[in-house]
C-alpha cells in the first residue's frame, strides 16, 4: 500500500514537473526519481533564479580547477566533480522547482535557461582552455562551438516539432556531466590522458551533431510537405 502511494505521489509530481520537455536520455529514470525526491525539500527561500545562479557558479567552481590544477597541482581537477554536480543540482532543479511551486514563467524560464547553459559550458570550456598544453587547446574551442551548435539544434526542433527535448538519443547533459567527472579522474591519475579524451569526446559530439543536424532537416522538410 506504501508503495503504490509513493508510486502515486511520484507520478503527481513528475507529470506536473517534466511536462514541458520530452526527455530520452539513458539516467532518465534515476535522474527524475532524485528531483522528484528533492523538490519537496528545497526550502522556502531558495527560489528557481537562486537555483539557476548556483548552477552556473556550478560551472565557476569547475573553472577554478582548471585554473588551480594549471598552476598548482593536478590534483585541484577533483574540484570540477564537486562543481558539475553543484551545476547539476542548479540547473536541473531551477525550471523543476518553478513547476512543482506553480510559479513558472514558460518563455522567460526557457531563455534563462538557455543563456545559463551557454554561460556554464563557455566557463568549463575556457577553463579547459587554460589548462591545456602543446597546442591542444583548439580542442577546448571546438568542444565551446560543438556543444553551442546542439544547442541551436535543439532550438530548431523545438521550433519545428513544438516539443522540447535537449537530449541527443540517450545522452542529455547529465551524462554529458559523467564523462566530463570521469575525464577529470582520469587525468589525475594519468596526466596529459585529457588531451585525448577530450578530443575523443569532441569528434563523438561533431558525429552527433552531424546526424541531429541531418534529422532536423528531414524534419523540416517534412512540416514544408505537410504545410504544403
Known amino acids: ?16 514537473t517534466f511536462s514541458d520537455r520530452k526527455r530520452t536520455n539513458i539516467l532518465k ?3 527524475q526519481l532524485t ?3 528533492l523538490l519537496p525539500k528545497v526550502p522556502k527561500f531558495i527560489s528557481p533564479n537562486l537555483l539557476t545562479l548556483i548552477g552556473t557558479l556550478g560551472s565557476g567552481l569547475v573553472f577554478l580547477a582548471f585554473v588551480l590544477g594549471t598552476y598548482l597541482t593536478n590534483g585541484y581537477l577533483l574540484l570540477g566533480i564537486i562543481g558539475l554536480a553543484i551545476n547539476w543540482l542548479g540547473d536541473s532543479l531551477d525550471g523543476r522547482l518553478a513547476y512543482y511551486r506553480n510559479i513558472s514563467r514558460r518563455w522567460y524560464g526557457f531563455a534563462l535557461d538557455i543563456i545559463a547553459d551557454w554561460i556554464g559550458i563557455v566557463l568549463i570550456g575556457f577553463g579547459y582552455y587554460i589548462y591545456a ?12 562551438a560543438l556543444y553551442g551548435w546542439s544547442i541551436i539544434i535543439s532550438q530548431l526542433r523545438y521550433k519545428i516539432t513544438d516539443e522540447y527535448s535537449i537530449d541527443s538519443g540517450f545522452v542529455g547533459p547529465t551524462e554529458l556531466r559523467f564523462i566530463i567527472a570521469l575525464i577529470l579522474i582520469i587525468e589525475v ?12 569526446i569532441t569528434v563523438i559530439l561533431l558525429l552527433i551533431n552531424v546526424i541531429d543536424s541531418a534529422k532536423l532537416l528531414k524534419l523540416g522538410d517534412l512540416k514544408d510537405k505537410n504545410q504544403g
Open 133 to 144: 598544453e602543446n597546442g591542444t587547446q583548439i580542442i577546448a574551442f571546438a568542444f565551446v
Open 1 to 16: 500500500m506504501g508503495k503504490e502511494i509513493q508510486e502515486e505521489e511520484y507520478s503527481t509530481i513528475a507529470q506536473r
Open 189 to 200: 591519475l594519468f596526466p596529459g590522458s585529457i588531451a585525448y579524451l577530450a578530443g575523443l
Open 35 to 37: 528531483i522528484v525526491f
Open 29 to 31: 529514470r534515476a535522474e
